[in-house]
Every structure is written in structure tokens, then in C-alpha cells.
Nanobody
């Protein structure tokens, strides 16, 4: 069993930056693919970014590509999402997820473990 805990959300003005963190329990973190998803009020959950267990490949949604960067530190059992040039439409609850088979995917159904999420609000 893996537990995921996100942090780093908050309220920032448009154009600002945030770095989200997702800390994982367990000794097998380095073998998992990790993903970030988000859900805005009244909308379905949306893929944001994903990284395979060894860092390759990495996928981004078109809406965040060039602005967001996913990374991981296996020594710290943590995955990060650096978010730059934030826009009001980035406002959502951001959740991280872990996939035991180790391969990055944009499909939320492929992820086995989920965190509770952290709120990101971008003011215009």
C-alpha cells in the first residue's frame, strides 16, 4: 500500500508560480510511474503530467506543456510539479497518483494510488 500526500497549493496571481510536492510512503516509490491530475469545480478530472519510473517518457497535457514541469526525487520519495506562468484556468484541486506498472500514462484508470489533493487558485 502506498500513501500519497500533496502539498504546496495556494492562492497566487496570474503569471505567478507554484511548486507542488507529493510525498509517498513505502520503499517501492522508485518503481512507480507518477502522475498529476486536476479537477476544477463542475468539471471532470483532467490529466496534467506523468513521468515513468526512470524519468522517461514524460507526458504533459497540451494546456500545460511549456509551463509545467514534472520531476521526481526517488531518494526523498517525492514527485514535484513546478507550475509557471499560471493562468486563472489552472485553478483546480491537483492530485498526484502512482502507477505500479512503472510506465507513464495519461489514463487516470491506470493509476493505483491517489492522494487527497491540494487546492490551487489563480486570481486574475
Amino acid at each position: 500500500q502506498v500513501q500519497l500526500v500533496e502539498s504546496g497549493g495556494g492562492l497566487v496571481p496570474a503569471g505567478g508560480s507554484l511548486r507542488l510536492s507529493c510525498a509517498a510512503s513505502g520503499r517501492t516509490f522508485s518503481s512507480y510511474a507518477m502522475g498529476w491530475f486536476r479537477q476544477a469545480p463542475g468539471k471532470e478530472r483532467e490529466f496534467v503530467a506523468a513521468m515513468s519510473w526512470n524519468g522517461d517518457p514524460i507526458y504533459y497535457s497540451m494546456s500545460v506543456k511549456g509551463r509545467f514541469t514534472i520531476s521526481r526525487d526517488n531518494a526523498k520519495n517525492t514527485v514535484y510539479l513546478q507550475m509557471n506562468s499560471l493562468k486563472p484556468e489552472d485553478t483546480a484541486v491537483y492530485s498526484c497518483a502512482a502507477n505500479r506498472d512503472g510506465f507513464a500514462t495519461m489514463r487516470s484508470s491506470r493509476y493505483d494510488y491517489w492522494g487527497q489533493g491540494t487546492q490551487v487558485t489563480i486570481s486574475s
